[in-house]
């Protein structure tokens, strides 16, 4: 049974940093690529970052991803977190390899709460 299971999050101030992990269960992270989004209080889901298929680490502005091969789970790091961060956070696998702007995830975790304080 195909299953991901977030951790990591809570309560930071702005201006500090977190990081994130994704474990998983039933496949194996390295085949395929993976999403990072946030779920903002009364705003879309949005996507925050992806790794590729074979990519070991990623970094998009504040945002940085990667993989630990031998445990089977996806990092994700925010730096210089401010108010407009706080959201759930979740992981996602990717129906295709490769990360592109339009892309389909087929299984989801249940996400962790960061609430980023003043």
């Known amino acids: 049974q195909v299953q991901l299971v977030e951790s990591g999050g809570g309560l930071v101030q702005t201006g500090g940093s977190l990081r994130l992990s994704c474990t998983a269960s039933?496949?194996?992270?390295?085949?395929?690529?993976i999403g990072w989004f946030r779920e903002g209080p009364g705003k879309e889901r949005e996507r925050v970052s992806c790794?590729?298929?074979g990519i070991q680490s990623t970094v998009k502005g504040r945002f940085a991803s990667s993989r630990d091969r031998p445990k089977n789970m996806v990092y994700l790091e925010v730096h210089n977190l401010n108010i407009e961060d706080t959201g759930v956070y979740l992981c996602?696998?990717?129906?295709?390899?490769?990360?592109?702007?339009?892309?389909?995830?087929?299984?989801w975790g249940q996400g962790t709460q960061v609430t980023v304080s003043s």
């Open positions: 996602a696998r990717a129906r295709t390899p490769i990360c592109r702007p339009e892309m389909e995830f087929d299984s």
């Open positions: 039933g496949f194996t992270f390295d085949d395929y690529a």
């Open positions: 790794l590729t298929r």
